[in-house]
């Protein structure tokens, strides 16, 4: 069955500090994998997608298809990067479906 | 700006009332998604349409449907809404579905049942 996990609910950093969301999958197939991201008030919206391979923001996230991850990472943490993060997949085949993980809110604490 | 408008941002209906939300987007694109979100939990796809093609999820109860009139507009109809039905309901649409796959999301409706 295809699955996203996101082991953490909530991850605090200090501004400045590197961080990184962890992101594991579950998928017999080759997925594509994204990261979404929701600013307080604001709308769910796209931050990266592994096919891409850009930094967005700051922010890069590598596809480990041994290890079945796409843990999102940052250098250096930043006060405006306080958000909720989600992980998703989607199938690549039988109706192309994108399942999403159920989260991790990033705190950077000043 | 092109984007996804959801209509109302918020809505409070009585169990079992019938309840209609709203999805428009100005983006053109082909297909449209309905996802239920309950606190603290990934979004669930209920349904998606590819043009008029509608595609539902095993899992999603018959009491919800959805009609896409048109390109631009698509409703969430919950015909008898249980306790369990409050949840915040995001629409997104994308150009395609293997191409273009990135969605984007409206604000999202929150329903509250009472």
């Known amino acids: 069955a295809q699955r996203v996990t996101q082991p953490e609910k909530l991850l605090s950093v200090f501004k400045g500090a590197p961080v990184e969301l962890k992101c594991n999958y579950s998928?017999?197939?080759?997925?594509?994998l994204f990261w979404y991201v929701q600013y307080s008030r604001q709308r769910l919206q796209l931050l990266l997608r592994?096919?891409s391979r850009e930094s967005i923001k700051g922010f890069t996230a590598d596809l480990n298809k041994g290890e079945t991850s796409f843990h999102l990472k940052k250098p250096f943490a930043q006060e405006e990067d306080s958000a909720m993060y989600y992980c998703a997949l989607r199938a690549n085949t039988g109706g192309f479906k994108t399942i999403f993980g159920a989260g991790t809110r990033l705190f950077v604490k000043a | 700006d092109a984007m996804v408008i959801q209509n109302p941002r918020y809505q409070v209906t009585q169990f079992g009332k019938p309840v209609t939300l709203s999805c428009s987007q100005t983006?053109?694109?082909?297909?449209m998604y309905w996802y239920q979100q309950k606190s603290s939990q990934a979004p669930k796809l209920l349904f998606h349409?590819?043009?008029?093609?509608?595609?539902n999820e095993a899992d999603t109860p018959d009491n919800f449907q959805s009609r896409r009139p048109n390109t631009s507009f698509c409703f969430l109809d919950i015909r008898s809404p249980g306790l369990g039905d409050a949840a915040m309901y995001l629409c997104?649409?994308?150009?395609?579905?293997?191409?273009?796959?990135?969605?984007?999301f409206g604000p999202g409706t929150r329903l509250t049942v009472t």
């Open positions: 592994h096919i």
């Open positions: 997104a649409t994308s150009r395609d579905l293997s191409g273009q796959p990135v969605q984007y």
């Open positions: 983006l053109n694109h082909n297909v």
């Open positions: 998928y017999s197939g080759s997925p594509e």
């Open positions: 349409y590819y043009d008029k093609d509608f595609n």
